[in-house]
Structure formats: structure tokens, C-alpha cells
């Protein structure tokens, strides 16, 4: 095949009109004052199309990724998509230097003719794209820490905890009652009877009782502990007999009847929960081995974001900055303060070498605007870019960096707020699991009832909540409405994401389904948002 495309022919004549047909959408996206909005376009680095994406020319896809930098003047091609280039035989390779091709509009903001055709790499599906991020977070040695008991909550172990003791350590009272030895009527002994965290205890004889407390060590002979309840005393004659049969052992915690010394009692990898921590306590811990957590930067762009106040003169409120800090905690992380960098190509990459953290989320600036700058100063750094777009809607222009071999991670969400979501979801849970040594979140599916309508070709992340089956019914998802890119009056109220396949599914079809950290207030998700 020769370095020269055929101008001819029908299919030929569906790409031009194709390319006719988004430069026509693009010229009135501009003349409706959306040039800013659809340049940057948060939710995705291409032409605001929600249709298939083989209706766009691969011409106007690569120009578009080639405007947000996505090979910077200067650098090595290929760098952009984790892919080299693929060249047509015939063709020469693109200089390291070549300027970006030109925009699909004039200066007057008519149509301009198509360009050539790019070669650009497809995104990554969604599955593939988050199975990368959770074997790069569980690429390196895991770091151990002990931590004291007052400070381990909400770490992952590092090591599987064993017991340090039998528990109990000793033969115990599990009631209030009676300590007796042998047959009955037995003899009372006198005095105050034992209690917990008494000493040894005598040897209690055969055919005699004494008083004993919950968690009282039992003397050696004890045949059974009789409740106070099931208890007759007959103080003139000083016996006390049973009002019910007997049974050796009743009401004593033998020694180890929990566990044994050495015994594991968590495995390496569950998170410390305040029962974990009472555990460890029983066990005879004062520290625990421990994961540190990821330490997180947050990095806002965007220099039409508000940090207060209502919108105006096209300014708006940033809804990531007071979102992400949370949500990435309850992801096991440490989270700085949010810092808003506008949209200053200098002042991120300032940010980003002098960055400290384990890993940085940036928001916006993915696409391919004029001022979305993660792309070029990816590059210029040397960074390794390992995702770079994905197969999902909404989000598909999130990407995944390592800024260099020891450095930290970079995730750069798209800035619409449901976008953003589904980058957390793909590429920073399990980014983040991997590097705090938590296990991956179990994939499972539930039922939806409701038609779920899909993109032609890329997995859909729509917000649902659970139901509880009603007269016989199966549990279930619902999915709610309000789940557009720049939305998140569905997300608020979910409790999951449904991931919905190309070409969407109808009623009763079992969905896989992404769980969110936490779980709404239910009574005002009930009507409100279905």
C-alpha cells in the first residue's frame, strides 16, 4: 500500500461528510458561546459526542489530542498514548518537531477542511484500563510500620497478627454463681468469693462451693460454675444445691478456647477495624504491623472555579476540591488540603516536581483544549504514561502517569463531576488498594430493573442504588436519573455504579456493580431521583 490515501469512492465520501458534519456541530457549539466549555471540555478530550465513536474521522480525534498536547513540540513521539506510531509504509516518520495539525475552523469560525488522518491508539477498554492501575499500585515492596493501637484504625496489616497468648489465658467464670467441685449439695466456703483479677485461687475440695464473678479465675478442681439464678442456698445448714441437672464444664471459658499462641487471627492485608484493634488488645499487642497509608496531593485546575460563593459571569464552583479529600480517605488514604492551580502550565509542573506524595490527583485539564495542560507537562517531565483515555463514559479522558521510576503516581481526572467519579473508580481505587495492600474490591452483579441505555462502544458507570425485594421480589439495583458528566445529584444519592456494557442492557439483566465507600441516608433516595 502506497504513503497516498484514495480520495475516491463511497467510503471516502462518508468520511468527508462525516468530518463536514462535526466541524458544522463544532462552528455552532462556538456561535452558541460554548467555545471555552467544549474546548476544554472536562468530561471528554474529543468532540462533545455521546454517539459512536467511528462517526468521528480519526482526523479530528488526533487533532484534537495533538491540540492538548498529547506530543508536545519537541519530544519524542509516541510518548502519548504509551504506544509508538504506527506510520503507513511509504510515509516518512513525524519530526520530533512538527507543529500540531490545524484546527478544523478558520479564523472566521467556518469549517475548515478535514486533515489527514491520525494514527492515534483507540482508548483502553475500561476493564483493562483498571486491572493496569491495581498492578502498578501492587508493583513495589510494601512498607511496614508499627503503629500504637490509639493510631493503627484504618490502616491495612502487614503482616497476619497471630496470637501472642492462649485466650483466655486462663480457665475462666463465664457467670456470676457458684464455683463448685464434685457432686451435690455442696459446702459454702466462706468469705468474699473470688473476683476478676484475683490471683490463683486454692484448691477448691470436693463437695464444696465458693462465690465467684464473671471473668474470675476458676480454681484447679472446678467441675462447673453454677449461675447465681439456677443457685439454692440453705444458709441454716450452709449447703447449696442446684435447681437444675448439672453438667461438668457449664459456665467455664476453658483456657484457649478462643485461640492458641500462634495462632493468626487476621490475615496480612484486612484493614484495622475498632474490633481488630480489640482483638489485637485481648492478643496481648501494643503496636501492630502496619501499611502506611498513600499519601495523596490534590491538585484543582481550572480558572473558571470558584472556591466560594454562588456562580457568575460564567465562573463556577469547584465541586472536586471538597469532594476528593473525603472520598480518598475513605479509600485508606492521607489527603493535603486541595491546592487550585488554575489553568498555569508552569505552576503544575512547579507542583508536581516539588511533590512529595505517593501519589498526585490532578482535576481537569485532561482534554484537548488550549489551556488543558496535563498532557504537555506530562511529557516534558519524562513522565511513563500508562493509561492514557479510556473506554468509559462518562471519564473517558482520564489517564494514568508515573512521573519517573522512584517518583509518585499522577491520575488526572477529567473536571466534570461525575467524569471525575468514574476516574476515582477506574483508576484510583485500585491504584490506591495496591499501594496500602488492601485487597481488590469484590466484583459482583446485581439485578437492574429498568432498561439501562448504552453508548455504542464504551462501557457506561451509571449511579444506582440497592433495593430490597418487595412481595416475593429479588434485591435489586435502581438506576437513577441525573447521571450526565457535569452531574451529581445521582451520584449523591448511590450507593453504587452500575458498569454498564456497550449497547446498554434491558430489565432483569444482572450488571456488574462498583460499591461506594459509603451508603446514603435511605429514606430521601426513595422517588426522589428515580
Same mark, same amino acid.
Given at each position: 500500500m502506497s504513503g497516498t490515501s484514495d480520495t475516491s469512492g463511497p467510503d471516502s465520501a462518508a468520511a468527508r461528510a462525516a468530518a463536514e458534519e462535526l466541524a458544522v456541530e463544532q462552528a455552532l457549539a462556538l456561535v452558541g458561546g460554548r467555545n471555552h466549555a467544549s474546548s476544554r471540555n472536562h468530561e471528554g478530550g474529543r468532540a462533545p459526542l455521546d454517539g459512536p465513536r467511528d462517526h468521528v474521522p480519526d482526523a479530528a480525534q488526533g487533532q484534537n489530542r495533538d491540540h492538548a498536547g498529547g506530543q508536545a513540540p519537541g519530544l519524542a513521539s509516541g510518548w502519548a498514548r504509551n504506544q509508538p506510531r504506527t506510520e503507513a509504509p511509504g510515509e516518512p516518520p513525524a519530526a520530533a518537531d512538527d507543529p500540531p495539525s490545524p484546527s478544523p475552523y478558520s479564523p472566521s469560525g467556518t469549517p475548515a477542511p478535514a486533515p489527514a488522518p491520525s494514527s492515534a491508539a483507540p482508548d483502553l477498554p475500561w476493564d483493562r484500563a483498571r486491572g493496569i492501575a491495581g498492578r502498578a499500585g501492587r508493583g513495589g515492596a510494601l512498607a511496614v510500620i508499627r503503629l500504637p493501637l490509639d493510631r493503627a484504625l484504618g490502616h491495612v496489616l502487614a503482616e497476619p497478627l497471630g496470637a501472642l497468648t492462649d485466650l483466655p489465658s486462663f480457665d475462666t467464670s463465664a457467670m456470676d454463681g457458684w464455683a463448685v467441685a464434685g457432686p451435690g449439695p455442696w459446702a459454702i466456703e466462706e468469705g468474699a468469693g473470688l473476683l476478676a483479677g484475683d490471683g490463683p485461687a486454692t484448691l477448691l475440695p470436693d463437695g464444696t462451693a465458693v462465690r465467684i464473678a464473671t471473668g474470675a479465675r476458676t480454681p484447679a478442681d472446678t467441675t462447673a460454675v453454677i449461675r447465681s439464678e439456677h443457685a439454692h442456698v440453705d444458709e441454716a445448714k450452709g449447703l447449696l444445691s442446684a435447681r437444675r441437672p448439672v453438667?461438668?464444664?457449664?459456665?467455664?471459658?476453658?483456657?484457649?478456647?478462643?485461640?492458641?499462641?500462634?495462632?493468626?487471627?487476621?490475615?496480612?492485608?484486612? #484493614?484495622?477495624? !475498632?474490633?481488630? @484493634? =480489640?482483638?489485637? +488488645?485481648? &492478643?496481648?499487642?501494643? $503496636? %501492630?504491623? *502496619?501499611?502506611?497509608?498513600?499519601?495523596?496531593?490534590?491538585?484543582?485546575?481550572?480558572?473558571?472555579?470558584?472556591?466560594?460563593?454562588?456562580?457568575?459571569?460564567?465562573?463556577?464552583?469547584?465541586?472536586?476540591?471538597?469532594?476528593?479529600?473525603?472520598?480518598?480517605?475513605?479509600?485508606?488514604?492521607? #489527603?493535603?488540603? !486541595?491546592?487550585? @492551580? =488554575?489553568?498555569? +502550565?508552569? &505552576?503544575?509542573?512547579? $507542583? %508536581?516536581? *516539588?511533590?512529595?506524595?505517593?501519589?498526585?490527583?490532578?482535576?481537569?485539564?485532561?482534554?484537548?483544549g488550549p489551556v488543558d495542560h496535563v498532557h504537555p507537562v506530562l511529557a516534558a517531565l519524562g513522565a511513563e504514561l500508562l493509561v492514557d483515555g479510556v473506554a468509559v463514559r462518562p471519564g473517558h479522558p482520564m489517564l494514568l502517569a508515573r512521573l519517573s521510576p522512584d517518583g509518585p503516581y499522577l491520575v488526572g481526572l477529567p473536571g466534570n463531576p461525575l467524569a471525575a467519579v468514574s476516574g476515582l473508580?477506574?483508576?484510583?481505587?485500585?491504584?490506591?488498594?495496591?499501594?496500602?495492600?488492601?485487597?481488590?474490591?469484590?466484583?459482583?452483579?446485581?439485578?437492574?430493573?429498568?432498561?439501562?441505555p448504552g453508548h455504542p462502544h464504551d462501557t457506561r458507570l451509571v449511579p444506582v442504588v440497592h433495593r430490597a425485594g418487595r412481595a416475593g421480589g429479588r434485591d435489586h439495583v435502581a438506576p437513577l436519573r441525573y447521571n450526565g458528566p457535569a452531574m451529581l445529584r445521582g451520584i449523591a444519592a448511590a450507593d453504587g455504579l452500575a458498569v454498564v456494557p456497550a449497547g446498554g442492557v434491558r430489565s432483569g439483566t444482572e450488571v456488574e456493580i462498583l460499591d461506594l465507600p459509603w451508603a446514603p441516608a435511605a429514606p430521601w433516595t426513595e422517588g426522589c431521583f428515580t
Open positions: 453438667v461438668t464444664g457449664q459456665d467455664i471459658r476453658p483456657r484457649g478456647q478462643e485461640c492458641r499462641t500462634g495462632d493468626h487471627l487476621v490475615p496480612a492485608g484486612a #484493614v484495622v477495624t !475498632p474490633a481488630v @484493634l =480489640g482483638l489485637a +488488645a485481648a &492478643a496481648g499487642y501494643d $503496636a %501492630l504491623p *502496619a501499611v502506611p497509608r498513600p499519601r495523596i496531593d490534590v491538585l484543582v485546575l481550572g480558572d473558571e472555579l470558584l472556591a466560594a460563593g454562588l456562580p457568575h459571569d460564567g465562573l463556577i464552583r469547584d465541586a472536586l476540591g471538597p469532594m476528593l479529600g473525603p472520598w480518598l480517605r475513605a479509600l485508606g488514604a492521607e #489527603v493535603s488540603a !486541595p491546592r487550585r @492551580l =488554575g489553568d498555569d +502550565a508552569g &505552576a503544575l509542573r512547579k $507542583a %508536581l516536581t *516539588a511533590s512529595d506524595a505517593d501519589v498526585i490527583i490532578t482535576t481537569g485539564g485532561t482534554a484537548s473508580l477506574t483508576l484510583a481505587e485500585p491504584l490506591l488498594a495496591g499501594l496500602a495492600g488492601r485487597p481488590a474490591q469484590d466484583a459482583y452483579r446485581a439485578l437492574v430493573y429498568a432498561d439501562v
